[in-house]
T-cell receptor, first 110, second 115 residues
């Protein structure tokens, strides 16, 4: 089955850019998502990208997709303390439910 | 506009006890899901449903049962709780696709401790 990998921790200074990486194994993964989880809360969709796209930008968020390497990244520009959270990568071929990575805990240092 | 509501929010069970977690959504979504979240393990799919009266197994179904008697509700049951089932349980729903444009809508979770 699909395997989704993320590094567990990332620490950045306020105002810097954050880059969270994700790799997946199933080349048929067509739908790719980034979710954010704040402490004690559920998951909120941040953004998504489809496999026919290489990049998607939404305000401070930039998603890059490298289909050849099965690599997805989320860049957060001008990172703020309010961005401190766990970020999950999730993927699907469309025929199966979303498979989530283990999550990357982003800590923003003021 | 409540979205996805999970009850209870917290529960402590003794080993061997049973309980049911309730998930209710008011968005008229067809598909519903139960995930569990454990430290260092991310979210793992337990069971899901693609419509009223249907259920299917996910990655970690053992020890759990589910029912979808009404479109808006998805129940997760633990017949004989074990300490390994200590976790945070999330319910989610989606329109009518396994990979919808706007992803899944998640509830706020149920924190279950089995002692």
């Amino acid at each position: 089955g699909e395997d989704v990998e993320q590094s567990l921790f990332l620490s950045v200074r306020e105002g810097d850019s954050s880059v969270i990486n994700c790799t997946y194994t199933d080349s048929s993964s067509t739908y790719l998502y980034w979710y954010k989880q704040e402490p004690g809360a559920g998951l909120q969709l941040l953004t998504y990208i489809f496999s026919n796209m290489d990049m998607k930008q939404d305000q401070r968020l930039t998603v890059l997709l490298n289909k050849k390497d099965k690599h997805l990244s989320l860049r957060i520009a001008d990172t703020q303390t309010g961005d401190s959270a766990i970020y999950f990568c999730a993927v699907s071929s469309g025929n199966t439910p979303l498979v989530f990575g283990k999550g990357t805990r982003l800590s923003v240092i003021a | 506009n409540a979205g996805v509501t999970q009850t209870p929010k917290f529960r402590v069970l003794k080993t061997g006890q049973s309980m049911t977690l309730l998930c209710a959504q008011d968005m008229n979504h067809e598909y519903m899901y139960w995930y569990r979240q454990d430290p260092g393990m991310g979210l793992r799919l337990i069971h899901y449903s693609v419509g009223e009266g249907t259920t299917a197994k996910g990655e970690v179904p053992d020890g759990y049962n589910v029912s979808r008697l009404k479109k808006q509700n998805f129940l997760l049951g633990l017949e004989s709780a074990a300490p390994s089932q200590t976790s945070v349980y999330f319910c989610a729903s989606s329109t009518d696709r396994l990979a919808p444009l706007y992803g899944y809508t998640f509830g706020s979770g149920t924190r279950l401790t089995v002692v």
